[in-house]
Structures are given as C-alpha cells and as structure tokens.
C-alpha cells in the first residue's frame, strides 16, 4: 500500500480512538461506580439505542471481514455464515430475549441460579462464559492484525504483533473506565459508521454491474477458477461425508449458538423492561438482516472484481477482500478514491474490532465477577467489590485474547467465531433452555449439562484439524488430530443436551416446585424482575 493509503487510514484509526476514549472518560466521570451501572449501564438505554448497540456488538469483524472473504474464496458454501447468522436472531427473539430480561440480573448465571443451588451453578456457568468469550475474542484480534497487515503492506510480523497488543491494551481501558454505558455507546457510534460503509460499497459494486446482478454472479464464477461449481452448494463443505458433516455442524453451531452468546444476553439488561428487551431485538434484527445481505453482495462483489486468487494471495483465509474491494471501487491503487475509500473501509473495520472486543470483555469480565469471585470468595479476610474485581479481570482476559490472537492469526475470522458460537450452543444454550422451561430441572442437571458441554466441544476442537494435522492448522508442523471435523456443534451439543437430562433424571434432589413456578411467573410476566 502507498503512504498515502497508510497515512489516512492511521489518521481515521486516530480519530476513532480518540473520539471513544472521550466517550469513555465523560462517562468514567458521571458514574456512581455500582454494579448495576457498571454491567449494565443503569438500565436507562432505549430499545432504539440497544438494538443499534447489539447490532455492533454482532456485526464484528467476522462479519465484515471474515464472512465476504469467505465467499470471495468459496461462493455459496461461505453464505452460510450469513444466513447462519441471520437466523438464529430468531431464536433469540422467540425463545430468550424476554424471558432472560425477566430472569436475571447481568449474566447468563443469573437465570439458572434462580431456581438452582447457587454456588455450583455460577461456578459452571461463569466458567464457560469466559472460555466462550476468549475465544470470541481470538477472533476479533486476528482480524485486526490481517487489517493492519495489509493497510502496511505486510511489512512483517512485528506490525500486527503490536497492532494486537494495542487492541487488547484499548479494549482494557474502555472496559475499565467506563464499563456498560461507555461499551454500549462505542457500540452504536462504530454500528452507524459500518452501515454506512458497508451500504457505500455494495451501491458501488451494484453501480459496477449496472445494477445486474446476474452478471455480477456469472463474473464472479468466471474470475473464481471454479466456474458454475462456485454458485452451488459444495466447493468447501461437498468433497466427503466429512466435509457435509462439517456443513451440518457449522450450521448448527451458527443457528443455536447466538442464543448463548455471553455479551449478546447481557446487552437485554441495559434496558429497562422486557418489552424493551423484545423491541430491542426487533431493531437489531433490522439492521443485521440488512447488513448480511450486503456481505452476500460484498464477497460476491470481491470474486467479480478482485478475483479470487488475488484475494487468497492477498491474505490466504480471505480476510482482506473487502479492503481490496475498497481500493479497486473506488478507482484503484495510487488514485484519491481508491485511498480514501480504502482507508475508510480500514478504519471501520479496525472500530468494529474495537467495539465487539469491548462488549466481550466486559461481558466475560462480568461473568469473572459476578460469577466466579461472588460465589468463589471467602468469609474473613480482604473482600473486593465485584466492579474491582471485574476491572482486574478485564486486564487479565485482555492478556489471553492477545497471546492466542498471535498464535492464531492465520485462521480466519469467520471460521474462529464458528468455533466460538459452537461452545456457547454446547454449554450455554441447553442449561438456558432447560432452565426456563424443564419443570423438573436439578442443579445436578444444570451443572452436568454445561460442562457437558463444554469440555467436549473444547476437547474436539483441540484433537481437531484446527489445532493440528494440516497447512492451515495452528500448529502446522505437528499432528495428534482424531477427531476429523473442524466444528465440534454436531457431537457437543447433542451432548450438552444429554447430560443436563442424564444429570436430573439421576439427581438425588427433587425438583424445586416451587422455585420453578416462581421463575416462570416471572420469566413470563415481569413480576419482580430486576
């Protein structure tokens, strides 16, 4: 890239970081530093400005990055990410958004503590929240060091190691100082900025094709090297049985993981009612329905104009196709709008990394807190606040996403958070949905079923491909991989499932009756939500 493309792109990243830290230290002044402010920004957001603030929460960097990428490389087979996405939004609106409002307090523990044995079960819950949220954050950090990779022209790895560490080093401050309220509002500046990038850059490749977008998908097939075997189904996920299995588990783990996602449940406690909580969904899924669209339009638009090889050489997992896309639209390397729309395209890019890496830290320092020291600590000696506690958390969480970022940063984007979204199906999601509506569920159950799940789900990912046995593994030059799918969704969440069943049917405790309708009154009509 030239200077000039450095240059702007370093100037926009500036004046993002700059405008957010502002927001951060204003509200670090005008809070009363309580838990409920903290996690939850005294509950006083609109369902307007929560559903903007989730849609920046999901629309990450998998999304914008990854996703196109993945269909710049693999036509069909990479939409399933978008529509994986898209639908499991449904899930959330039918099935949690309300009832979890209603339930709990700031965590995903919160809803199944309230009918349950509390220490044991926030201990477990907790625990695969964090572990959900890390390896989110994995993603996030890859992503941000491909950006910053390619705006400096791949000038070796020490410039996407710092960039790394500076991510890490921001999202610590944001999470720090300004907790809920700051997050949220970074969240909906950096959402507003990436609907307005990525409507720009979909308009100008529709205006490249003239509007036709048949001839944008016959270009696309053409400058693929896979001609019409790029528009259907199986170029990634058709070669074996293997393979459609593989197919079959990422789509699970897409759909049923949202649900589970650790700061997606927390964003329904920043407003006031679970009315809001619901009309907060509807915002949201108005704007990443739209947005996944694009991505569609987007990847296609990158194999049409850039080619696909291009962009494999560019970056091998495909996480620069749309930078690249940028600079050809808007007139190509050394012009003035190939620089400006290429470094803007960087810098929203680089504030949705920053923006979702700040909703997962917090989230998961919460659950550190709320969760894990709350029910951990003992009586007699020093006692913290759980807001101390979750500010020390955020920096330790912030050290681990930044060492297994660089370890993984030739994965890419989209395929590390189906990985993340395959935990969070396996362990969160089943002890959600028995909690709210098993009426004979145990704390025996709840605690079986999360580490049910998620020591499975994490065991098969480390005895995967991922991690070893092939090029694009993280250890590359190693192989100790036995199980042969590269998403775990189709074993582990079937058996997240099974043991919170196989741990209440063999549960010496009886059910609690009467904790259970209380929950249910509760979940469904509000009476005595927080």
């Known amino acids: 890239m030239t200077g000039d493309h450095q240059t702007l792109a370093l100037l926009l990243f500036s004046a993002f970081v700059a405008v957010t830290l502002a927001i951060t230290t204003w509200v670090s002044r005008n809070r009363h530093g309580s838990a409920e402010e903290f996690y939850a920004g005294g509950r006083l957001f609109s369902p307007m400005e929560n559903g903007f603030a989730i849609a920046g929460d999901y629309m990450s960097a998998a999304s914008f990055l990854g996703i196109s990428g993945l269909i710049a490389l693999y036509g069909y087979d990479g939409m399933l990410y978008s529509v994986g996405f898209l639908v499991a939004w449904l899930v959330v609106l039918l099935l949690v958004a309300e009832l979890v409002r209603n339930c709990g307090r700031f965590t995903l523990a919160d809803v199944v503590a309230a009918r349950m044995a509390e220490r044991p079960v926030r201990i477990a819950a907790g625990t695969s929240s964090v572990a959900v949220s890390v390896l989110y954050l994995v993603a996030q950090m890859v992503g941000a060091g491909s950006l910053v990779a390619l705006l400096l ?16 080093a921001l999202m610590v401050i944001y999470v720090s100082l300004g907790g809920m309220r700051a997050t949220t509002w970074i969240q909906i500046v950096k959402a507003v900025l990436l609907m307005a990038g990525t409507v720009t850059l979909t308009v100008l490749v529709l205006i490249r094709f003239h509007g036709d977008v048949n001839s944008l998908l016959n270009t696309a097939a053409e400058r693929s090297g896979h001609g019409t075997a790029f528009l259907g189904p199986g170029l ?27 700061h997606i449940l927390s964003r329904f406690y920043t407003v006031p009612t679970a009315r809001a909580a619901r009309r907060s969904v509807v915002w949201s899924i108005g704007l990443i329905g739209g947005f996944y669209l694009m991505t569609i339009v987007l990847g296609f638009g990158a194999a049409a104009i850039i080619g696909s090889a291009e962009v494999r050489a560019s970056n091998a997992s495909g996480n620069t196709a749309v930078p690249l896309l940028a600079l050809d639209l808007g007139g190509g390397a050394g012009s003035t709008g190939g620089t400006v729309l290429f470094a803007v395209v960087a810098a929203v890019a680089f504030a949705t990394i920053l923006a979702v890496v700040a909703g997962i830290t917090l989230a998961s320092s919460a659950s550190v807190a709320h969760d894990l020291y709350a029910s951990l600590r003992r009586s007699g000696g020093k006692q913290y606040s759980e807001v101390t506690v979750a500010r020390v958390a955020a920096a330790v969480i912030g050290a681990a996403a930044i060492g297994l970022g660089l370890l993984a940063r030739d994965l890419n984007v989209a395929f590390l958070v189906g990985l993340a979204f395959a935990v969070a199906a396996s362990a969160n999601l089943p002890v959600l949905l028995y909690s709210l509506f098993w009426r004979r569920f145990t704390t025996r159950g709840a605690v079986w079923s999360v580490y049910g799940g998620l020591v499975p789900a994490v065991l098969l990912v480390v005895f995967s491909p991922v991690v070893s046995g092939s090029p694009e593994a993280l250890f590359p030059g190693v192989d100790f991989h036995v199980f042969p799918l590269q998403n775990p969704g189709v074993v582990s969440i079937p058996l997240g499932f099974l043991a919170g069943w196989l741990g209440t049917v063999t549960s010496p405790e009886p059910p609690d009756e009467a904790r259970h309708a209380e929950t249910e009154v509760r979940a469904l009509t509000g009476a005595g939500a927080a």
């Open 153 to 168: 022209g791949g000038t070796g790895e020490a410039a996407r190691t710092w960039t790394v560490v500076g991510v890490g």
């Open 236 to 262: 990634r996920y058709g070669g074996d049985w293997t393979a459609r299995l593989d197919f079959i588990s990422l789509g699970l783990a897409l759909v049923l993981g949202t649900a589970g996602l650790p």
